[in-house]
C-alpha cells in the first residue's frame, strides 16, 4: 500500500501567556483573538506539561480516511525512516501577544540527570509575523554569574533578569537559534515557527507571570528544586555584535530552496524553505508546513495547499517538489 501524506488539524495547547491572533489571522480564520491557547502543536507525539497534565493535551490529530485521530495511531515507527524509531522533533505554530517569562531548557545532560531522557531542548525560531515592537531576549551579557544572576531570581528582580540579557529587534524571515543551557523570553508581538527537541521541560525563574498568576513549583522547575533550576544555564556571556551572530542564523539560498537551519548548525533537526520549483528527497519523514498556498506534489501524488495547511510526510512517500507556493520543510534529528 503506497504511504500518503497525513494532513493535520488544529491543535491548540495552553500555556501560561496570552495570544494566537496572530496565529489565527495567518490561518485566515474571519475573527483572530488572543487566548491561553496561544500555540498549534505540529507533528506531536508528546504531551504538554505546562498544568495539571491532560490526557492526550499536545497531540497532534491528522485526517484519515475523513477521520481525525491521533497522529500516535495513524504513524508507526518504519514511517520515521531508516534507523528511526520516533520523530525525535516537535513542531510548533507559537503567537505572543505578551512577553513570555524568562526562562531556560534543559541540555541531553541535565534532562537524564533530572527527566530519565535522553532529549534536551535545543529550539529554533523562524519568524513568521510580526506586531508592533517585536523583539526577543536571548542570552546573557559580558560578566553575569551564576552568583549574580541567583542573587536577581532570590530577589525575583525581573527588570535586573532582562538586562542582563541581550534584546534583539526580530522581523519576518530571521531565524533565531536558541541552543539548550541560553537563558531566553519571546517578546510580545512575534508569531513564528518553532522547531524543537520533543520535550516540554520549561524551566523559569520569574515566579509570577505577566497576568499575575503565582506559578506553583512544578511550573518553576518540575520538582528538580531552585538550585538545579540555576545549574541548567550555561553561563557565558557575550558582547552584543557576538551574541547576534552566534544566535541569529543568515538564510543560504540556492535556487528555489533556501537553508533556515543545517545539520551543521545543530544535530537537533533542519529547515528548508522551498519556493516553486524547488524539490527535495527526504531520507526521513518530513513535516511540511505551507507558508504560501499552491500545490505540492509528493511522490505521485498532487496536493492543493492553504497558507498554514501542515502535512505529516511519512518515509516512502517519494520526492517532494513545490510546483506553486512556498512551504518549510522540517527534518528530524541527524542519524550520526
Known amino acids: 500500500m503506497n504511504k500518503k501524506p497525513l494532513l493535520q488539524t488544529e491543535t491548540r495547547v495552553y500555556r501560561t501567556y496570552r495570544g494566537g491572533r496572530l496565529l489565527e489571522s495567518f490561518l485566515g480564520k474571519p475573527s483572530p483573538t488572543?487566548?491561553?491557547?496561544?500555540?498549534?502543536?505540529?507533528?506531536?507525539?508528546?504531551?504538554?506539561?505546562?498544568r495539571t497534565p491532560i490526557a492526550g493535551e499536545g497531540i497532534s490529530r491528522v485526517l484519515v480516511n475523513g477521520r481525525e485521530i491521533p497522529i500516535t495511531e495513524a504513524v508507526t515507527a518504519e514511517d520515521f525512516g531508516p534507523s528511526r524509531h520516533e520523530?525525535?522533533?516537535?513542531?510548533?505554530?507559537?503567537?505572543?501577544a505578551e512577553?513570555?517569562?524568562?526562562?531556560?531548557?534543559?541540555?541531553?545532560?541535565?534532562?537524564?540527570?533530572?527527566?530519565?531522557?535522553?532529549?534536551g531542548k535545543t529550539e529554533c525560531w523562524h519568524i513568521l509575523a510580526t506586531d508592533g515592537d517585536a523583539a526577543v531576549y536571548i542570552g546573557f551579557q559580558e560578566g553575569i554569574t551564576r552568583e549574580r544572576w541567583e542573587d536577581l531570581f532570590r530577589r525575583q528582580d525581573v527588570e535586573g533578569m532582562l538586562a542582563s540579557l541581550h534584546r534583539f529587534p526580530v522581523k519576518p524571515g530571521?531565524?533565531?537559534?536558541?541552543?539548550?543551557?541560553?537563558?531566553?523570553?519571546?517578546?510580545?508581538g512575534c508569531f513564528l515557527l518553532e522547531i524543537q527537541e520533543p520535550t516540554d521541560y520549561t524551566m523559569r525563574v520569574e515566579k509570577i507571570t505577566l497576568a499575575g498568576e503565582e506559578l506553583t513549583p512544578m511550573q518553576v522547575h518540575y520538582g528538580v528544586g531552585e538550585e538545579a533550576l540555576l545549574d541548567c544555564f550555561l553561563y557565558t556571556g557575550m558582547s552584543e555584535a557576538r551574541a547576534k551572530e552566534h544566535y541569529f542564523l543568515p538564510p543560504r539560498q540556492h535556487g528555489s530552496i533556501t537553508t533556515l537551519v543545517?545539520?551543521?548548525d545543530t544535530p537537533c533537526f533542519a529547515l528548508q524553505k522551498l519556493s516553486a520549483g524547488g524539490s527535495v528527497s527526504p531520507e526521513s519523514f518530513v513535516t511540511l508546513i505551507?507558508?504560501?498556498?499552491?500545490?505540492?506534489?509528493?511522490?505521485?501524488?498532487?496536493?492543493?495547499?492553504?497558507?498554514?495547511?501542515?502535512?505529516?510526510?511519512?518515509?516512502?512517500?517519494?520526492?517532494?517538489?513545490?510546483?506553486?507556493?512556498?512551504?518549510?520543510?522540517?527534518?528530524?534529528?541527524?542519524?550520526?
Open 34 to 50: 488572543d487566548s491561553f491557547q496561544p500555540e498549534d502543536w505540529i507533528s506531536s507525539f508528546v504531551e504538554a506539561k505546562n
Open 87 to 96: 520523530s525525535g522533533v516537535l513542531v510548533k505554530y507559537l503567537n505572543s
Open 99 to 119: 512577553r513570555l517569562g524568562i526562562q531556560v531548557h534543559p541540555t541531553p545532560a541535565f534532562s537524564r540527570i533530572h527527566f530519565g531522557t535522553d532529549y
Open 174 to 188: 530571521d531565524t533565531v537559534l536558541v541552543r539548550a543551557g541560553t537563558p531566553h523570553a519571546i517578546g510580545a
Open 262 to 264: 543545517s545539520y551543521e
Open 290 to 336: 505551507v507558508t504560501e498556498g499552491g500545490s505540492v506534489r509528493v511522490g505521485e501524488q498532487t496536493i492543493a495547499t492553504k497558507r498554514g495547511d501542515k502535512w505529516f510526510v511519512p518515509y516512502g512517500c517519494g520526492r517532494v517538489t513545490v510546483e506553486c507556493g512556498t512551504l518549510i520543510v522540517c527534518y528530524p534529528p541527524c542519524i550520526q
